[in-house]
């Protein structure tokens, strides 16, 4: 059974920083795709940034360019999500997700398995 769960969210003022964790279980497939979306209440979900275990190739949103890094430790089979200059427009729910195999896109349907979420809440 896979399970992902995250951590590390929080309240930080504008211009802050957050490191996001998705330590996640269960993957059997020697190829997947681990990815970081968020939901602002009222909208939908989004895509930020996806990884995939071989080649630890990344994918990004335009919105999160220049400011978000993912990354991932083997090891620990975690995720990680450093989000730099932080804005109050990001704030909202993060959720990792995972898929098994490479994801070319970071389209939720894409997606199979889903963590509970973290909250993430940026002021002004």
């Known amino acids: 059974q896979v399970q992902l769960v995250e951590s590390g969210g929080g309240s930080v003022q504008a211009g802050g920083s957050l490191k996001l964790s998705c330590k996640y279980s269960g993957i059997t497939a020697s190829a997947y795709s681990v990815a970081w979306f968020r939901q602002a209440p009222g909208k939908e979900r989004e895509g930020a940034a996806r990884?995939?275990?071989?080649?630890?190739?990344?994918i990004y949103a335009d919105f999160v360019k220049g400011r978000f890094t993912i990354s991932r430790d083997a090891a620990k089979n975690t995720v990680y999500l450093q989000m730099n200059n932080l804005a109050p427009e990001d704030t909202g729910m993060y959720y990792c997700a995972a898929h098994v195999g490479y994801s070319y896109s970071l389209n939720a349907t894409s997606f199979t398995y889903w963590g509970q979420g973290t909250q993430v809440t940026v002021s002004s």
């Open positions: 990884i995939y275990n071989l080649g630890e190739s990344t």
